[in-house]
């Protein structure tokens, strides 16, 4: 099987989420690893939200990536979002990166190793959506116990040396301000505004990101790894800050009835991402505790996650990346969150690592070089073969 051709398959196939239908997506992969003659399972969810598992799942290796993609506006493209075209060079649209390139690499590697007549260690889990949340992808299947605990590689794309091995923890919260309207010629001398409430708890969250949380020598070396990352990829220089630190987005925020009324209610949605040496739980309480008489949900939260790195599933992997590349592998740890936060709070051993323009993630003209999917696939091989020898 042929790694751009399976890509360039996928891309064309549209699987935008939302709305989430990957019907003719999880089709493709399923025939595909019917081909290989693997027992395949598709696993269904609402409104087309359709996942495929393929393999022995008793086997010691999981190989896992999501079928859906965020949306794509169709212009201003080099070339349209969804031709999946191949100039070469790159694989051209919508997933090329993230992370159809990577489900792609997986499935060829696979297939090499099948056709030489070897027995297969890997089983997979393609899932249909990661890009909202995974309701209906990776937690349903955890939730219906299709998977059990084993080691795993998520072929998200990252720096080619520089595997993914931990991510910082997520809160998300709802906020209701209440207030007591008034005249708006009166304020602030009559009535109370849910919008300056909301206004005063924003301002504190400044306070909350200036606290900086201590880590051990493990961290410390990730968080090292994952600075110099980000410096040469993003021209972040501060990456270290932001693994340390609790990082917030007042993401949507909408109060009032209008400009003459004080305003009785405000809803604000919180996005909080958390580091190492702090839970969901006690950020939560004393947020309470800032934003007294809120009404405050909870919409979802994990902690922070880390796979070490002397798992068998890391060291396994950072061989075969050294022996593609000839140089130092550097593992780094996550800003963001994938589903390897809902399969390591479920006891998995895992690690993100895949091919694609990190910088075109989610972007317009998102790519992935032929040369990258090559790599990442023959890393897949000896990954596949490293285990096969366990």
Known sequence: MDT???????????????????????????????????????????????????GDRSQPLLFSGHLDVVPARENHW????????????????RGATDMKGGCAAMIAAAARHIDAGKE?????????????????????????????PCDCLIAEPTPHLS?????????????????????????????KSAVEEAARFV????????REYPVDQELRVLIDNTTASLSAIFSLPDAGKVLRRISYNPGTIHGGTGVNVVAEECTLQLDLRLPWGISPETVTEEIRQQAQGAEIDVVSSCTANLTHTDSTIVRILSSEIKKEYGAPVRPIIQWAASDARFLRSAGFHVVDYGPGDVTTLHAR???????????ASRIFEGVIGAYARL
């Open 163 to 191: 595997p993914s091995i931990g991510q910082k923890g997520l809160l998300r919260l709802d906020l209701s301000f209440k207030g007591i309207p008034g005249h708006g010629s009166l304020y602030p001398y009559e009535g």
């Open 4 to 54: 751009a051709q399976i890509c360039s398959d996928l891309v064309r196939i549209r699987s935008e989420n939302p709305p989430g239908d990957t019907t003719d997506a999880a089709e493709y992969i399923r025939e595909l690893l019917a081909s290989l003659g693997l027992p395949v399972e598709m696993v269904r969810g609402p409104d087309g939200h359709w996942n495929v598992l393929a």
């Open 78 to 93: 080099i070339h349209p979002p969804f031709s999946g075209y191949n100039d070469g060079e790159h694989i051209w649209g």
């Open 365 to 375: 003209d998102e790519r992935v070089s032929t040369t990258q999917l090559t790599a």
């Open 203 to 210: 301002t504190w969250l400044r306070e909350l990101n200036a």
């Open 120 to 148: 297969c260690p890997v089983h997979f889990a393609f899932v249909c959506d990661e890009e909202t949340g995974g309701r209906y992808g990776i937690r349903l299947l955890l939730r219906k116990k299709l998977l059990s």
